[in-house]
């Protein structure tokens, strides 16, 4: 299945005042956030990726048409010629698409529509969040419904804590938020072309198309309680540069050797072992 990527924003939220990258092209490790999203869904076998373009095109087109495999890849050079005994990015296909500057999420999907023509259904994502969510299993999932739309639903990330309060303003308890009954957008979505008939011009992806397609009962969510992290901020994705140099990337299924579990990959050939593990989640 196609992947379409939004990241065209500007990512105010993750500025630094020193850097212009956008935000899918900081790095987690020595490789941008975009590129643990694309690897991730490469896993699963989907290497046709349409990218919806914007704020700082140029970084992204720059890094893919610049992109050394010989840097994270075993070689021989043979009569000065490469050849690869691994590959990360070579059997890829990726189509590069201006979206606008200020385009919200649904319309940058409506603006590369002809690039997900014919498709029975196709993969979408925020490019701003890494999971260890089985992909396989959520499309499996989607695909045995009518549904249009299925999204990633996770518990609620903020670290404050919810007061039950009653009539008489005593409280009865005191609860983190993610033992609450409540579920999130994960950014993660598997789509089927009924989704541009709820798509108006410059509409929004959750707002106007998939609260539609929920009050017609055509949006399911699939429920996922595993490793789940953004990188919306300048925190979070230092959070997870973090994990990744402690040795905890539960999000790189692709470097799991048999035999173990999330959390436990290979170690990365460009980044120094480091001496301990962190905890499951970043934040």
């Not at 490019?127 to 499309?139: G, K, S, Y």
């Not at 903020?158 to 039950?164: I, L, N, P, Q």
């Amino acid at each position: 299945m196609k992947v379409v990527l939004f990241c065209g924003g500007y990512g105010m939220r993750m500025r630094d005042g020193v850097s212009d990258l956008p935000k899918p092209m900081h790095p987690v490790g020595p490789r941008p956030l975009i590129w643990h999203v694309m690897r991730y869904y490469a896993h699963f076998g989907h290497t046709d990726f349409v990218l919806c373009l914007g704020y700082g095109a140029n970084h992204i087109k720059e890094f893919f048409l610049t992109y050394s495999e010989t840097d994270s890849n075993d070689f021989v050079l043979e009569s000065g010629r490469v050849r690869l005994l691994g590959s990360d990015v070579q059997d890829w296909t990726i189509t590069f698409v201006h979206t606008g500057l200020d385009s919200p999420i649904g319309e940058r999907l409506r603006r590369v529509r002809p690039h997900v023509a014919g498709e029975e259904m196709f993969l979408a994502n925020y490019a701003d969040v890494l999971t260890d969510l089985p992909l396989d299993q959520m499309v499996a999932r989607f695909r045995r419904t009518d549904a249009a739309a299925a999204l990633l639903a996770v518990p609620p990330q903020s670290a404050f804590h919810c007061v039950d309060v009653g009539d008489d303003d005593r409280v009865s308890a005191i609860l983190p938020l993610q033992e609450m009954p409540l579920w999130e957008n994960g950014g993660y979505f598997v789509l089927r072309p009924e989704i541009f008939d709820h798509l108006p011009s410059g509409g929004d992806l959750i707002t106007d198309a998939c609260t539609s397609l929920a009050k017609e009962g055509k949006l399911l969510a699939h429920r996922h309680r595993g490793f789940w992290q953004p990188a919306d901020t300048v925190k979070e994705r230092h959070a997870l540069e973090a994990a990744y140099l402690a040795g905890n990337r539960p999000w790189m299924l692709w470097e799991q050797e048999p035999g173990t579990t999330a959390g436990e990959p290979r170690r990365d050939p460009l980044v120094p072992a480091a001496a301990g593990n962190g905890t499951g989640r970043c934040r």
